[in-house]
Nanobody, 126 residues
Framework: QVQLVESGGRLVQAGDSLRLTCAYS????????IGWFRQAPGKEREGVSY????????VYADSVKGRFTISRDNAGKTMYLQMNSLKSEDTAVYFC???????????????????WGQGTQVTVSS
């Protein structure tokens, strides 16, 4: 059974950096496509970033491109989201998600993923 646990969220100032971690447990981690999503109060969940099984293919939402970096450690069964130059509009609950599908056509669409963590709160104060 797949379990995902996010950590690292906290209150920071605008312009600060933060690294989120998602710990994975379950079947072979390298068989899973991984995504990071976020949901702000009153808004729909939106895709932030995606990383392929090997880590070669990366996708970012336009709103975070150039500021956020996704990575994964298949041996350590962990994935990361490095967030730099944080803005107040980055405030949200951040979720990691996984799927063992061979291919997904829309990597930043929540419906593509089968397993979700409980989320970690990131608050950026201006």
């Amino acid at each position: 059974q797949v379990q995902l646990v996010e950590s690292g969220g906290r209150l920071v100032q605008a312009g600060d950096s933060l690294r989120l971690t998602c710990a994975y447990s379950g079947p072979t981690f390298s068989s899973y496509l991984i995504g990071w999503f976020r949901q702000a109060p009153g808004k729909e969940r939106e895709g932030v970033s995606y990383i392929s099984k090997s880590g070669v293919s990366l996708v970012y939402a336009d709103s975070v491109k150039g500021r956020f970096t996704i990575s994964r450690d298949n041996a350590g069964k962990t994935m990361y989201l490095q967030m730099n130059s944080l803005k107040s509009e980055d405030t949200a609950v951040y979720f990691c998600a996984a799927t063992d599908r061979m291919v997904i056509r829309t990597p930043l669409r929540p419906g593509e993923y089968d397993y979700w963590g409980q989320g970690t709160q990131v608050t950026v104060s201006s």
